[in-house]
Nanobody, 116 residues
Framework: QVQLVESGGGLVQPGGSLRLSCEAS????????MGWYRQAPGKQRDLVAS???????NYADSVKGRFTISRDSAKNTVYLQMNSLQPEDTAVYYC??????????WGQGTQVTVSS
């Protein structure tokens, strides 16, 4: 089993920044990729950004140039630095870890609200 603990969400004004963290613990074997998804009320859960073991990253078009994903493999932690936040970024953000042998694991979600 893999447990994911997310932190860093909150309320921020438009134009502000937040940094999300997700630490994986437990039976961690061969993590293939780590990523962040978000789900706004009434909408589907969509990919925000992902990063592989080789540090190859992928971003949704809506966040390119504003968000940066990074990982600390030694700590099994993935980060999402979010800058220039806008009200449309408001959502619950979920961490996802994809393993080679045991499939995918999801965090419990952390709320990000962008409002003045």
């Amino acid at each position: 089993q893999v447990q994911l603990v997310e932190s860093g969400g909150g309320l921020v004004q438009p134009g502000g920044s937040l940094r999300l963290s997700c630490e994986a613990s437990g039976s961690i074997v061969r993590i293939r990729a780590m990523g962040w998804y978000r789900q706004a009320p009434g909408k589907q859960r969509d990919l925000v950004a992902s990063i592989t073991g080789g540090s190859s990253s992928n971003y949704a078009d809506s966040v390119k140039g504003r968000f940066t994903i990074s990982r600390d493999s030694a700590k099994n932690t993935v980060y999402l630095q979010m800058n220039s936040l806008q009200p449309e970024d408001t959502a619950v953000y979920y961490c996802k870890v994809s393993t080679v042998f045991y499939g995918d694991y999801w965090g419990q979600g952390t709320q990000v609200t962008v409002s003045s």
